[in-house]
């Protein structure tokens, strides 16, 4: 193999992941039953809750509107990786779109990988839209460093949801794959805390909150706003780590069972 063969291959693979990953973006900004219910619920929750019926209240020691800026990017970002791994994946799955792609010479991960830079870039924009409603009118001011620490805290806190979402796309067929979601994802959002501060929910419930995955984001995104009432930080990101990879296992065992459905 001449050495101008070993420098184009990883090229060459370099940009099938990029076309995959631009391509899948594209799809999914053309298929408004996605893209905007994603990008618009989130900020509508935002203006009601934090900028209107927030307005002139506080959260413990920050503005509703501060405190809502985080607890409200945790469930955007969520919905973003549920949504665009779980309901994504079971309705390819039901359409035998993922069995064609097998069939070609693309890399599997690469389609994997590209579902992760859409949930990301999602993520991103509705992060920005939120950062911009509450800078504008909901009188939130913070350092640069913060922001930009919530937005990574936000942004990168969609991965272990989009493990959990493949393995919801794996169990789930297409049609029940939205309904099984929602039943997951809201009450989980509310009982975390997300939409009413813990601290106000009853006492039964803030105990039971802990457990679930949505709070442990919630309160690192809280933290970059001197708002978190939860465990120490590292506590969050263990539990969030091993959540992501009991997902992905979860994810392979269905992916192993489709296989040898396919392929016997």
Request: glycine residues 10%; hydrophobic residues 55%.
């Amino acid at each position: 193999m001449s050495s101008h063969s070993t420098i184009a291959e990883p090229r060459n693979l370099a940009r099938i992941y990029a076309l995959e990953a631009r391509y899948e973006l594209l799809k999914t900004l053309r298929m408004p039953a996605y893209a905007i219910p994603t990008v618009s619920f989130p900020l509508l929750c935002y203006v009601f809750f934090g900028l209107t019926f927030g307005a002139g209240n506080s959260a413990g020691s920050v503005s509703m509107a501060t405190y809502l800026l985080a607890t409200t990017g945790t469930f955007g970002v969520i919905g973003a990786s549920l949504f665009g791994f779980g309901v994504g994946v079971a309705i390819e799955r039901g359409q035998g779109w993922m069995l064609l792609k097998r069939a070609t010479p693309m890399p599997p991960f690469a389609y994997f990988s590209a579902k992760i830079f859409m949930a990301l870039a999602f993520s991103f924009i509705l992060v920005l839209g939120l950062f911009a409603l509450g800078a504008l009118f909901g009188g939130v001011a913070m350092p640069a460093l913060d922001w930009f620490s919530l937005a990574a805290v936000l942004v990168a806190g969609a991965l272990p949801f989009c493990a959990f979402g493949l393995f919801l796309g794996y169990v789930c067929g297409p049609n029940s794959a939205p309904a099984i979601v929602n039943l997951l994802y809201l009450p989980m959002a509310f009982l975390s805390g997300l939409w009413i501060p813990v601290q106000a929910l009853p006492g039964f419930l803030q105990t039971l909150a802990p457990a679930l995955p949505p709070y442990h984001l919630s309160q690192l995104a809280l933290a970059r706003v001197g708002a978190s009432s939860g465990p120490e930080a590292w506590v969050s990101i263990l539990y969030l780590t091993v959540f992501t990879f009991v997902s992905l296992g979860l994810a392979y065992v269905g992916f192993r069972r489709d296989e040898g459905k396919t392929y016997g």
